[in-house]
């Protein structure tokens, strides 16, 4: 069974930064693509960004978070992060971590302004 733990999130002020993590594990091999995704209260879920199995170096992004955040994994392909720059009280949201079809619980972000 694969599981999906994001960490990371927290409550800052407009301008800060963030890192979230995912990390997966049920899996033997990282060669799958895992994303990030945000949901806010009323709202439906939004993709985020998105990072390549075997290519790691190919990434995706929404429009709102492009230029702001930055998507990675580490080495074994089993880890996830999403770095979070310059964020906006838009921003706030619960941010769940997919590896298709499975999702984690997701981590609360939460910026003020």
């Known amino acids: 069974q694969v599981q999906l733990v994001e960490s990371g999130g927290g409550s800052v002020q407009a301008g800060s930064s963030l890192t979230l993590t995912c990390t997966a594990s049920?899996?033997?091999?990282?060669?799958?693509?895992m994303a990030w995704y945000r949901q806010a209260p009323g709202k439906e879920r939004e993709f985020v960004a998105a990072?390549?199995?075997?290519?790691?170096?190919?990434?995706e992004y929404g429009d709102s978070v492009k230029g702001r955040f930055t998507i990675s994994r580490d080495n074994t392909g089993m880890t996830a992060y999403l770095q979070m720059n310059s964020l906006k009280p838009d921003d706030t949201a619960i941010y769940y971590c997919?590896?298709?079809?499975?999702w984690g619980q997701g981590t609360q972000v939460t910026v003020s302004s």
């Open positions: 997919s590896d298709n079809p499975y």
């Open positions: 049920g899996r033997t091999a990282g060669s799958y693509t």
């Open positions: 990072v390549q199995g075997r290519r790691r170096n190919v990434t």
